[in-house]
């Protein structure tokens, strides 16, 4: 039949007009009203037209203007006895049917009351068709009791015919796809039929309390919202149990949440392979924003179904051999929440294949793309010990470039790479050791003692790995040598001698970087000495932190001539002292000269300068006291001292 024409349906679903017509004679309520009147439908509106004690009348009177071609009547006369009952299947078929007459007819003008009807067909025709009640009555009705294949034949036919009409709308109208009617129908028949699969398999309360035969998809459950209380908190029933049963972990129930979602048309075109205009159309709303580290949770929605697509498309392309591509589509999926854990095994496929086709069979592999292309791959998959293995081999081509560029930090950088994603690979830890031993190396050379402590981490670190390197071995040892006399001058004995003890066992016996015999006291000691040395004798800051540190390695250990050492430095600064007048600092110095120095002459001549400088300042100021006591200082320092105190010819009062 067409869609458009007038035809009977079962006395179960419209009474025959004999029935109806006694009931209306038997009706005393009746009395004395115009039935046309009573009964006309009121356009746009969703509040039925009838009186409630007519409202039996109102299948009647949709039949009679249907057979009349008044389609848009009756459909709105049926969507009024359809609120009444909305889970009734007998009001729901009688409103599919109606619905897609008006919509299949051409006869309605106005497109937002077309599409709504076809909506409501929609919806309507996927509930009928998986109502296990319906199919029931029509085998009593007919006479015929309908097989399993019989009824799956004549439900696909039914559908393929509806199909057929909302396919040639869409040509008509050119919709995209992802909006197209076909898209939705199939949508509704699929969450339908996984409704009813879900409802068979599990435990859970159906809400529905009319049947639990009754099955529909999406369309259907936002008609109920639009039937108000308490259909309206019916569907959220109905969605919170959607939601359970795609929290349950079997595939069933993550499939009908999916379908019964506003993506579900997207579900639909995953499900048959269009990913394409699944992920063209979700990039290109707003509601698809790269999720950021701060976004907790998994993903909802747009950016769900995005990654799903994302995934499907990757697999494709890992059908295909297009290896970069599905590296590419693999990281977007990431970016869009989507998790990878199932895929790790394709993920590792895709970029050792895809790196490969850049190094191999090259003439100038290209080693930085490489390495690139696999460290991607390897965010993705973690766990995948071949892709590590690959990805070292790049980092060590990578670092042999660097070398040959005269860049050897970042050569070492990537052999240390390359030996953290592979250590057994023995040319891994070859060409590390290699690179090590340089930098231990350069590092002796240039000893920067501002790094003591990062490059004594960094040598240890080296040295868990291969104790037997011999230059990283010195380098430790000079290190650990010069960050041992820091640590002294700071006043710290115990970690200066335990850092010394550590440097004096990294070096064999008889080198030639530690004396025979010598123990960490001496070695404290010698290394502060040498640091003290050679000294600026015109420069008085210098002279001050030589004499401090002598004084610090004497607590150590007092070697041989260091005391006579420190007596010419004291010299030295004693006449500093006095050049600049500053006789009374100059004169308390004298304290510091150790009592083991054999040859403090030059000591003693420079303190005696001192006494005279300020006898002759205390002379001029009146005090002829104390420039005598410091006479008589200068005669017990240096007796030879000339003590010119006048002019010539002036008379020598003191002496």
Known sequence: MGFGEQTDVLEA?????????????????????????????????????????????????????????????????????????????????????????????????????????????????????????????????SGHPWTPDERKDASDQVAERIRQVLRDDDRTTERPVVDSLELTWDVELAAARCLAGVLATTDCGWPVQAGSDLTFGPGFLDLLRSAGAPWEALAEEIDAWVSDAGRSGEASGDRLRDLMSPEGHYTMLLETGRFDQVIAALEAGTA????????????????RVLGAALV??????????????????????????????????????????????????????????????????????????????????????????????????????????????????????????????????????????????????????????????????????????????????????????????????????????????RGPKEAVANGLCERAFP?????????????????VARTYEVLPGVADEQAALLAHLVGLLCRNEDYDEAIRLVRRCPRDAEDRSGLDRAVAEAYAGRARRRLSEGDTAAAHADVRAVRKYDPTHPLALFGPGDADQLW
């Open 288 to 303: 698809t924003e790269p999720r950021t580290p701060e976004d907790a949770g998994p993903p909802h929605g747009p950016q």
């Open 535 to 551: 000294v600026n004798v015109s420069d008085e800051d210098e002279l001050r932190h030589a004499l401090d540190v002598i004084a």
């Open 13 to 141: 679903f419209a009474p025959e007009r004999r029935k109806a017509l006694a009931l209306f004679r038997a009706s005393v309520t009746l009395a004395d009203v115009d039935l046309e009147r009573v009964s006309a439908p009121v356009a746009h509106t969703a509040s039925s037209s009838f009186p409630a004690r007519y409202g039996w009348l109102r299948p009647w009177r949709a039949r009679g203007l249907s057979r009349a071609g008044r389609h848009a009547e009756a459909w709105q006369v049926r969507y009024e006895d359809w609120l009444a009952r909305p889970v009734d299947i007998v009001a729901v078929h009688t409103l599919a049917v109606e619905a897609l007459r008006v919509f299949a007819d051409g006869t309605e003008t106005d497109s937002q009351r077309r599409l709504a009807s076809a909506r409501q067909a929609m919806a309507c025709w996927a509930m009928v068709l998986h109502s296990t009640s319906y199919w029931e009555e029509l085998a009593r009705r």
């Open 312 to 517: 499907a498309r990757a697999l494709d392309h890992l059908k295909a051999k297009r290896w970069s591509e599905a590296v590419r589509d693999f990281e977007d999926a990431a970016s869009a929440g989507a998790s990878l854990t199932l895929h790790e095994e394709e993920i590792g496929r895709a970029g050792r294949q895809a790196g490969l086709a850049l190094v191999q069979n090259r003439v100038r592999p290209d080693w930085q793309a490489y390495a690139g292309l696999l460290q991607r791959a390897l965010d993705l998959a973690p766990e995948d010990e071949e892709l590590k293995r690959n990805l070292a081999v790049g980092c060590v081509h990578l670092g042999r470039q660097a070398q040959q560029q005269g860049d050897q930090d970042r050569a070492r950088a990537r052999f240390a790479q390359a030996y953290e994603l592979d250590p057994s690979n023995e040319t891994v830890v070859a060409a590390l050791n290699e690179s090590d031993t340089r930098w231990a190396e350069d590092l002796l050379e240039k000893q920067p003692v501002s790094v003591l402590t990062r490059a004594i981490t960094e040598l240890r670190r080296i040295l868990d790995r291969d104790a037997t390197l011999r230059p990283v071995r010195k380098a430790l040892a000079t290190a650990l040598y010069e960050r041992s006399l820091d640590v002294a001058l700071t006043g710290a004995r115990a970690e200066a001698m335990g850092l010394m003890r550590e440097a004096r066992g990294l070096l064999e016996p008889g080198s030639d970087d530690w004396s025979p015999g």
